[in-house]
């Protein structure tokens, strides 16, 4: 598992988001994914995917189970919400702080950035309080062969496509941000923390590519199918 790490530090992201924690010693990837209770082929095809942006085996993800995604991304969320962006807001904050002499723009840097925590918190709050459950409604209902009074109750007028209809690319309010940064602002007094914040927001805009990659071209197709799925069990009901 060391040598995963070795290969691409950033693949640490996958292992966090699957609980798994450190302290691996000589022990391979098989025996690191038993030992935290996660399926191998699944650990696999997520780290592939992460590491090769060109490669995402749509089809070898319909394997597993929805709520094994879902588990992943919702961690995903935590850290985005919990570690990731609180840290690039205050490194905004710090250098609006050391940059006496250009207040006004420092200003502006973070009420734009506060204003894309706003929208992207709203679009997590929405997929985790009614997307996500739907989803694993949806699949309980399937595997029970049987259209549950709760899923009717909360459900049965929604689908993925009426989503997605205001699924924003959040990303680009991050392009727009890294930008400003790179062609507006004057120079900072501190280049090191200037470029420590542009490599965060790098890190964190490709991170939600990949994040964005595995919900548009694996999840919510899935669940298409589930939706059709749905239909003709109902319909024989």
């Not at 392009?175 to 090191?192: G, M, S, T």
Request: net charge negative; with cysteine; hydrophobic share 35%.
């Amino acid at each position: 598992m060391v040598d995963v790490v070795h290969e691409d530090i950033q693949l640490l992201a996958v292992i966090q988001r699957l609980n798994i924690r450190l302290g691996f010693r000589e022990k391979t990837v098989r025996e690191v994914c038993d030992e935290h209770d996660v399926d191998l082929n699944f650990f696999l095809q997520l780290c592939n995917s992460y590491h090769d942006k060109e490669y995402l085996p749509a089809e070898q993800f319909q394997q597993f189970p929805v709520e094994w995604i879902i588990k992943y991304l919702r961690n995903a969320h935590r850290c985005y919400i919990d570690h990731r962006i609180p840290r690039i807001e205050q490194q905004i904050v710090t250098l609006e702080k050391e940059n006496t002499g250009n207040v006004q723009n420092m200003e502006l840097l973070l009420n734009f950035f506060r204003e894309y925590i706003r929208e992207f918190s709203g679009h997590i709050d929405r997929e985790e309080t009614d997307v996500f459950p739907y989803i694993l409604s949806l699949d309980k209902s399937l595997q029970q062969q049987d259209v549950s009074q709760e899923f009717v109750d909360h459900f049965d007028d929604y689908s993925i496509d009426k989503y997605l209809e205001d699924h924003n690319l959040i990303e680009e309010k991050l392009f727009d941000l890294k930008n400003i940064l790179l062609k507006y602002l004057p120079p900072p007094v501190d280049d090191c923390k200037y470029n420590n914040l542009l490599f965060d927001l790098f890190r964190l805009e490709s991170d939600l590519m990949d994040h964005a990659d595995l919900e548009e071209k694996v999840l919510f197709p899935r669940v298409r199918n589930m939706e059709i799925d749905m239909k003709q069990l109902q319909n024989r009901n």
